[in-house]
């Protein structure tokens, strides 16, 4: 199975800390196969890709292309209108035109955004889903969001769809996500996507802060759980919100049972 990292906010520390517990057998990279790195511009996730391909020649690189505040952070429909042609075209006009690894984490606005045409960004959005062949993308959205845009009528053919799953913030935030709660919707939503989405993929957490800064982060013993149901029930890849050290022992014991 597939074990990717989404790093929100890179550094030289973070990269290294990842370096030092990447997983090797006979040549071939187990862990980390894929990274999801945060940045504000092409040029400066080129800037974070060269350093983080020093981990092993064959990790994924993967662009997350993050908002300032104030134009919503997060990349929707209710975004600034001006900051998604700005992102949308940097990717489609890029100067190499190799294979890009594209993720859009479609969430609603960090806070209130001027300048939104609603009904733009949905052409926008609809552009590169659509055409991302012609713009040689391989493209992930988060919060499964394919399954809402077939709805919407827009082609997500081979999109790959990534649901949030973290359990930490929901045994954390509600009196009602206990412990045996949050592990009965966790099944049940991997159930779900499995059957809806053959490209389904989940993702667990927290195993680091993100934009917010105060989220809950994950026990070694909840994350040896919910890796156990995703193996349970033969999932392909998974997603890990974070990395910290403290986690690899829940990791190699993941890797090699």
């Known amino acids: 199975m597939d074990v990717g990292i989404y790093v929100e906010f890179y550094s ?25 790195v945060g940045a504000k511009s092409l040029d400066e996730f080129y800037n974070y890709e060269k350093e983080i391909k020093k981990i092993h020649k064959d990790v994924i690189v993967r662009y997350w292309p993050i908002l300032e505040k104030e134009e919503g952070y997060w990349i929707s429909f209710k975004a600034k209108t001006g900051a998604l042609e700005r992102v949308f075209n940097e990717v489609k006009n890029r100067k190499n035109k190799t294979k890009f690894y594209l993720m859009i984490d479609f969430e609603d606005p960090i806070q209130k955004v001027e300048d939104v045409d609603i009904e733009k960004n949905k052409k926008l959005v609809e552009d590169i889903l659509e055409n991302k062949r012609n713009y040689k993308l391989d493209i992930s959205v988060v919060e499964n969001v394919p399954l809402f845009f077939k709805k919407s009528g827009i082609d997500v053919k081979d999109v790959e769809g990534v649901k949030m799953f973290y359990s930490s913030l929901r045994e954390n935030y509600h009196f009602i996500f206990k412990d045996f709660i949050s592990k009965f919707l966790l099944e049940r939503e991997i159930k779900r996507g499995l059957k809806e989405d053959k490209n389904y993929v989940i993702a667990l957490g927290c195993l680091d802060k993100g934009i917010l800064g105060d989220e809950p982060l994950i026990s070694e013993k909840r994350l040896k759980y919910d890796l156990g149901l995703v193996k349970k029930h033969g999932m392909k890849k998974v997603m890990l919100f974070g990395y910290q050290n403290k986690y690899k022992e829940v990791l190699k014991d993941f890797m090699f049972s």
């Not at 517990?21 to 071939?28: A, C, E, F, L, R």
């Open 12 to 36: 030289d520390e973070k990269i290294s800390e990842i370096a030092k517990d990447k997983i090797v057998i006979n040549y071939k990279l187990v862990f980390p196969k894929e990274i999801v």
